[in-house]
Structures are given as structure tokens and as C-alpha cells.
């Protein structure tokens, strides 16, 4: 079967990233001038889908007003002439088809997966988490998908940490394989300190068969008190192959601070706009941090 639905769950409250958080929903948080969001959408369309649910909550609703059409910004870009604006105003309600749908409680993310099995029905569909960014030379959840296409199974996007960040992720241990797709043996939501059975972590890319609406439903609290996906991914193993593909390129962890601010940085390294006075200023400071220690 195809993959050509995908789900965007965006219903956390954003906690690490307190008070910008408390009113904006995190995944609208800015990216230079785009929403975060907006990036992974067209990671999700690049890679060949045009069926999306977002999965929100309470406060979320700029999300929506943001892939809506706005009549009245569109009247004032075209009377006031700014027509490539106006143009990339519109593209932004006709990327893909969007869908929403709440997650009424905070339940974690098993649960919000679960909210979207109606939309989902009886067929494999992507996961892409609404806080991680992905550069790499061709979309993340293509190749995914593509090798999808090859095993019909599962498969956890994956990229080693270091020992410190363990505990701060879902862990996958392999089996012994060919390198791009490995048969998972077991996973570990945020293992306790000395338990992680690997290095490799989910970072927030899926491919999912639709098996996993059955074992969510019936899932028991577990990390956090949540309902977890990566408990749900473990009872699937008594039933189907689960395959994890390593990621080599570089994910963006957006829900905390220094990560946020990171991928600003980066992201405007590569803008011609930006790059030149950017490398200025940021020399500027270090030189100066440099003479004249803070404290
Ligand atoms: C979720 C998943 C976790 C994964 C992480 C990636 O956790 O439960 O397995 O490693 O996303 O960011 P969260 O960050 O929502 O606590």
C-alpha cells in the first residue's frame, strides 16, 4: 500500500518554552518568517502527501487561521501592488489538504495518534512531530516512504545521541543488519539514567501501519503519565516487523530554548538575505565576549 495521509500531532503545551508558549501555540514559533509548521507541512507535501490532519487543543487556532486564506491580507497585498507576496500568501492555503481535529485532554502522543485513527482508516500513514525540523539532502519522510514501499512495515526515523540527551528520548534498540533499515527489538520511552538498551533515538519521523490504532486505544499510561506511542510501538512487535531507518542528516529540536535558538541560527546561515550580516554580528559578539568576559 501507498503512504498518502500523514498525521501532525500539535496539541502539547509547549512547557519548556514558557511564557512565549502561554498564549502561541509552539509550533507557530517563527523560524526567521516562517512558522515552524509551515516547514514540516511541506516536508510532508515534498514527500508526496496531500492528506494531513493536525492534531491541536486548546489555544491552537492561529494554526488554523495561518493555512486558511485570508481575504481581507490578500485585498490589501494586491491593492497595495505587492504581488510575489500576495502570490506566496496563496500558496500557503493551497499546499495541501488540511484537516484538524482536537485532542481534547493532554494526554500525550499515543493518544493524540489515536484521535486521528477516523481520518487515518484501515491504511499506513506518516507521523511528523510538530516541534522537529529535518534538513537533509532529499526530505526526511521520502525516503521513508520509499522504503516503506520496499518492507510494508513500520518504520522509526532514528539518529544517534549522545549519552547525556538519553533520557530525554524514545530509545530503539536493533537488531544486526543492513545499515538503512534495521528490525527493531525493542524500544524504551525516556529510559532512567544506565537503562537506554541503545543510542539510537526516535527523533519524530514515523511510518505506521494502522495496527497501531488498535493497541493505542487499549494502551496504558506509562512515562510522564502519558499514553505513549513508543509503549504502543513495543506491543506491535508481537505482532508485525518494526523496522528503524538511522537518520544522517540534522533533526531541530524547537520545543526548548537553546534548540530553538539553534536552528534560527542555522536557518539563516543559509539565507543570502541574512548570511553576510548575520556572520558579521555573530563575529562581533564572540570578539568581544572574548576580550571582555561577562561577569
Ligand atoms: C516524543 C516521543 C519520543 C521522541 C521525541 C522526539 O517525546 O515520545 O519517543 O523521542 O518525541 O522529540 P516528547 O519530546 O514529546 O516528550
Known sequence: MKIRKAVIPA???????????????????????????????????????????????????????????????????????????????????????????????????????WCARNFIGNEPFAVLLGDTLIKDKKPCLKEMIRLFEECQSSIIGVKRVNESELSRYGIVDVMKGNESLLKVRNLVEKPDKGEAPSDLAIFGRYILTPKIFELLEKQERGVGNEIQLTDSLQTLLNYENVYAQIFEGKSYDIGEKLGYLKTIIEFAMEREDLKKDLVEFLKAIVIKKGTAPLE
Open 11 to 113: 496539541a502539547g503545551l509547549g512547557t519548556r518554552l514558557l511564557p512565549s508558549t502561554k498564549a502561541m501555540p509552539k509550533e507557530m514559533l517563527p523560524i526567521i518568517d516562517k512558522p515552524t509548521i509551515q516547514y514540516i507541512i511541506e516536508e510532508a507535501v515534498e514527500s508526496g502527501i496531500k492528506d494531513i490532519i493536525i492534531v491541536t487543543g486548546k489555544g491552537k487556532k492561529s494554526i488554523e487561521d495561518h493555512f486558511d486564506t485570508s481575504m481581507l491580507l490578500e485585498e490589501t497585498l494586491k491593492n497595495k501592488g505587492k504581488i510575489t507576496i500576495l502570490k506566496e500568501m496563496q500558496s500557503i492555503s493551497q499546499l495541501a489538504n488540511i484537516h484538524y481535529i482536537r485532542q481534547g485532554v493532554p494526554n500525550g502522543l499515543g493518544h493524540a495518534i
